[in-house]
Antibody, heavy 120, light 107 residues
Framework: QVQLQQSGAELVKPGSSVKISCKAS????????MHWIKQQPGNGLEWIGW????????KYNQKFNGKATLTADKSSSTAYMQLSSLTSEDSAVYFC?????????????WGQGVMVTVSS | DVQMTQSPYNLAASPGESVSINCKAS??????LAWYQQKPGKANKLLIY???TLQSGIPSRFSGSGSGTDFTLTIRSLEPEDFGLYYC?????????FGGGTKLELK
């Protein structure tokens, strides 16, 4: 069965960076897009971007350009998102989610989410 | 970006009842609307996509309708496991955008 297992919660200092992971299993990792989505407490969901692990192509929400960097390791079927220059506005739960690599595809499987807390 | 407006914000119902959640897009998104369920400690679940297509494994008491700018998720004969948060999302254009969520609570 398809599973997206995300790394554990992070407590990080303002100005630093953090890299969170999403390990995929139960499907061919290189044949699907992997998306990242942000959810702040009490707020809705915001799409950050996607990566196609098959060739490393990425697409970002303009709002997160320079904030998020998406990578993928085919050998371990793991997608990563690095967030840089962290501020309190980056404190949120971050989800990875899969879609078929087609325009207009929904997110059919999600990870459980990773809480990132930015605090000194 | 396409703005998605969900209503109601909160909804209280009892098992066995039917409920509807609405989602309005700021411009036409054709049929490309998805609905998700979010529950604490569980991965978000895709319920409906393309406005009315039931995701594999989702019970038939869930249904979606609408096109253009106005969409509805209907849950017939609520089961105890249906209580939680529901989000709509347009998957017509980038960036994908979500509604603000509807909390379905036990009355």
């Amino acid at each position: 069965q398809v599973q997206l297992q995300q790394s554990g919660a992070e407590l990080v200092k303002p100005g630093s960076s953090v890299k969170i992971s999403c390990k995929a299993s139960g499907y061919t990792f290189t044949s699907y897009d992997m998306h990242w989505i942000k959810q702040q407490p009490g707020n809705g969901l915001e799409w950050i971007g996607w990566i196609y692990p098959g060739n490393g192509n990425t697409k970002y929400n303009q709002k997160f350009n320079g904030k998020a960097t998406l990578t993928a390791d085919k050998s371990s079927s793991t997608a990563y998102m690095q967030l840089s220059s962290l501020t309190s506005e980056d404190s949120a739960v971050y989800f990875c989610a899969r879609s078929v690599p087609l325009r207009r595809a929904p997110f059919d499987y999600w990870g459980q989410g990773v809480m990132v807390t930015v605090s000194s | 970006d396409v703005q998605m407006t969900q209503s109601p914000y909160n909804l209280a119902a009892s098992p066995g009842e039917s409920v509807s959640i609405n989602c309005k897009a700021s411009k036409s998104i054709s049929k490309y609307l998805a609905w998700y369920q979010q529950k604490p400690g569980k991965a978000n679940k895709l319920l409906i996509y393309d406005g009315s297509t039931l995701q594999s494994g989702i019970p038939s008491r869930f249904s979606g309708s609408g096109s253009g700018t106005d969409f509805t998720l209907t849950i017939r004969s609520l089961e105890p496991e249906d209580f939680g948060l529901y989000y709509c999302q347009q998957h017509n254009e980038y960036p994908p955008t979500f509604g603000g969520g509807t909390k379905l609570e036990l009355k």
